[in-house]
C-alpha cells in the first residue's frame, strides 16, 4: 500500500500556548520547533499503528475463542449423538443376536457327535449326582441317545432315555432328584439373551 509524504515548512516559529497560560500570565510561551513537531508526529502515529495492531489481536484472541467455543459445542453435540446411536445400536444388538441365533438353531439338524456332547454336557452339570439319571430328547434325536447308553453306564449308573415329541433335534434335557438341566433351544436363547444384556 502506498503512502504520502508531506512536508511542513514554517515561515516563522511555531507557538502552541501552554494550557493554563490564561491563569499564568507570567509563563513563557513554548515553542516547538519543526523538528520537534515532526517528532512528535511521528510518535503519534507510532502510538497509533500500536493501539490498532493491540485491538486487532484483541479482536483475533476473541474470534479464536468464540470458534474454540464453537467447535466445542459442535463437537459436544456429535458426541451426544455418536453416544446416542450407540446405545440405539447397542440396545438392538442383544435383540438382533437372538433372533440369528433362534433360526440357526431352529434349522439346524446337529449331526450324532453333536447330539452326544450336548447330552453329555447337560449330565456333566448334575455333578456330583451320577444315579438314575433321566435324559429326554426328542423322536429323532431317541436313535443315536439309545445308542449310546451302554458306554453312559459305566459313568452314570441307572441312566435311562426319555422321549419327548415336542424336543426339536438337539434340544435335551436331564433330570436328576436334585432338579433339572435344561438343554432346550429356548433355554440357551435366554441364557444368550442374559449374558448380551449385561455387557
Known sequence: MSSSKHSLVFSAPFVL?????????????????????????????????????????????????????????????????????????QAALPEL??????????????PDDVIEGICAHAMAAVFPEVHDLEVVVGERDHVIVERLLPGWRNSYPGVKVCVNPGFAPGECQVRSRFGVVDARHEAKLRVLGRELQSR
Open 97 to 110: 443376536a437372538l433372533e440369528v441365533a433362534k433360526k440357526l438353531l431352529l434349522g439346524h439338524t446337529p
Open 17 to 89: 500556548e501552554a494550557a493554563g497560560a490564561h491563569e499564568s500570565q507570567g509563563k513563557p510561551a513554548e515553542y516547538f520547533s519543526a523538528e520537534q513537531l515532526g517528532a512528535e508526529y511521528k510518535r503519534g502515529r507510532l502510538d497509533g499503528a500500536r493501539e490498532t495492531d493491540q485491538d486487532v489481536e484483541r479482536r483475533f484472541v476473541e474470534f479464536r475463542s468464540e470458534v474454540s467455543s464453537v467447535l466445542n459445542g459442535l463437537f459436544a453435540r456429535l458426541g451426544d449423538a455418536e453416544a446416542s446411536v450407540s446405545q440405539q445400536i
